[in-house]
């Protein structure tokens, strides 16, 4: 197992490395360097301000909907909820993974002040909304940039692969989240390879237990709550102000777009994004996708260098100066001594109950 992994991930860079030196090269042919320096040169600071507003805006919103989900189940006050989005985007941000370990972060955050089960769901349903919003703000805006043609030539295949791919992963989040007790035969056929007679039986009994709790905190999701409809809002607003980093960006280099252009653009970057697992700061992938989304929407080269150089610049001094501070004090509250000791027993208890081996666990 340790061994594809160090497989896939050295493909997955090798990928990123080929996607990066092949734009490197494209951009290098015919590079105009005299209009670069003049487009430098002509960048004021009050151009800068509006991209610094809305990168704080982006993720301002996602922790206003992370409170507005979560604040009558938990008592979470905003605060609180600005403190575990933050940490969940350091984590994301040094541990890249598909947001894998950020959404694991905000569970045992969740778990400080409930249990297991509301703490699993509620991170899941958050998850779902994030897909689901998105997936829903890519299809929306690209009906409304149909009459601009030549970017669905330019980006057919993006959108071919991420939006069936976001429809099924809101799916099965969907499963997993209102419908738990139907993984329970397909969970315990897998445990079966690991335990056996009354172990296995008991294993069932609790799953079925747990499973039962996971899907009454899902009671909680009813479309009618105005807490759920405050989130979907606060989503939309972060996705929105998502595009006005690029599009300010854009305009910074001298390089006017319709924003609405910018808007199926995370498409480019959802797909881009999935070669960064393991890199700090999703660095070059994130900025090759900037760099072709410019170049999809047929900004000169240089000037879509050096829109990324400008926004991505400013995107990783507010990401440090916004989310590093916050973050670790979060990180090191929720993963605290005792935190982890708590959950180190759960295993230990797991282990003996089961009469399972599990690592790190004495």
Excluded: C
């Amino acid at each position: 197992m340790k061994v594809e992994r160090r497989r896939a991930r050295r493909a997955i860079f090798l990928l990123q490395v080929f996607i990066v030196t092949a734009l490197a090269a494209y951009i290098a042919k015919d590079f105009d360097i005299y209009d670069f320096i003049y487009a430098l040169r002509a960048l004021d600071l009050a151009d800068l301000v509006p991209i610094v507003i809305f990168e704080v805006l982006y993720y301002f919103s996602n922790a206003l909907a992370f409170w507005f989900l979560s604040r009558k189940r938990f008592g979470l006050s905003f605060s609180e909820a600005y403190g575990a989005s933050m940490m969940s985007w350091l984590v994301d941000i040094l541990l890249p993974s598909a947001f894998i370990e950020g959404d694991l972060a905000r569970i045992f955050f969740l778990k400080t002040k409930s249990d297991w089960a509301s703490a699993i769901s509620y991170a899941l349903f958050f998850r779902l909304l994030i897909s689901s919003t998105l997936v829903f703000f890519i299809a929306f805006s690209s009906l409304l940039a149909l009459n601009m043609l030549y970017l669905y030539s330019s980006v057919a295949l993006f959108y071919a692969l991420t939006i069936p791919l976001g429809v099924l992963l809101s799916a099965a989040m969907w499963v997993v989240v209102f419908k738990p007790m139907i993984l329970r035969s397909w969970i315990v056929r897998a445990s079966a390879r690991f335990l056996r007679g009354e172990a296995l039986k008991k294993f069932e009994r609790d799953l079925g237990e747990f499973l039962a709790k996971v899907q009454d905190s899902a009671r909680d999701f009813n479309p009618s709550n105005p807490h759920l409809l405050a989130a979907l809002a606060a989503l939309m607003l972060q996705w929105i102000s998502g595009i006005f980093t690029p599009y300010f960006s854009l305009r910074a280099a001298g390089v006017e777009i319709n924003p609405i252009l910018i808007a199926p653009g995370y498409t480019v970057l959802t797909v881009f994004s999935l070669a960064s697992v393991g890199v700090p700061f999703m660095l070059g992938s994130v900025d090759s996708a900037l760099v072709t989304l410019y170049l999809l929407l047929r900004v000169p080269k240089e000037r879509a260098l050096l829109a990324t150089l400008v926004g991505r610049g400013i995107t990783v001094i507010t990401t440090l100066a916004l989310i590093y501070p916050v973050g670790v004090v979060y990180i090191k509250r929720t993963f605290s001594t005792s935190n982890l000791e708590e959950v180190r027993a759960t295993l230990r208890r797991i282990s003996t109950e089961y009469g399972v081996r599990i690592p790190l666990v004495g």
